[in-house]
């Protein structure tokens, strides 16, 4: 039987699998601006799921790079995920910082050209992400 914890980092991957296949479709049809938002999203649901499975607080903002770097030192951390934490960290943090841009580029004259260069960038990143957050995921959940 699933604890509400696990039950609730499963619902929230599977949101972050949606946002990704949102993300996708959005750079497939030219759509820069909401694919690289919906990149973040899908970063940020993610990496929320691990941090709720770990029994780590995160704050209710988009930037959980802080408390996700806190992984390095749990030693129930598998030494994989300690390695790619550095790396998601960071991409946890560059969208963050991006995604208001990206939500409301147009109030800074922006369009959505201004993004063609960075979202497939963002895209891929995010994917990495999700795969990684994934597979540990299906470990902690085999485990339990």
């Known amino acids: 039987m699933k604890s509400s914890f696990t039950r609730k980092a499963s619902n929230m991957m599977e949101r972050s699998k949606r946002w990704l296949e949102d993300s996708e479709v ?3 049809r030219g759509n820069f601006d909401n694919a690289v938002y919906m990149a973040q999203m899908s970063v940020e649901s993610s990496t929320k799921a691990v941090l709720l499975l770990f029994g780590l607080d995160y704050p209710k903002e ?6 996700f770097r806190q992984l390095l030192d749990r030693p129930d951390t598998p030494e994989w995920f300690k390695e790619e934490i550095p790396t ?7 969208l963050a910082e991006i995604r208001g841009l990206a939500a409301y580029g147009y109030e800074h004259n922006m369009t959505v050209q201004d993004f063609e260069g960075k979202a497939p960038k963002y895209f891929e990143k995010a994917k ?14 085999h485990d339990r």
């Open 26 to 28: 959005a750079l497939d």
């Open 62 to 67: 988009h930037d959980v790079s802080g408390p």
């Open 88 to 94: 998601i960290s960071d991409v946890i943090h560059t």
């Open 128 to 141: 990495r992400t999700y795969e990684q957050t994934k597979r540990l995921l299906a470990e902690v959940f």
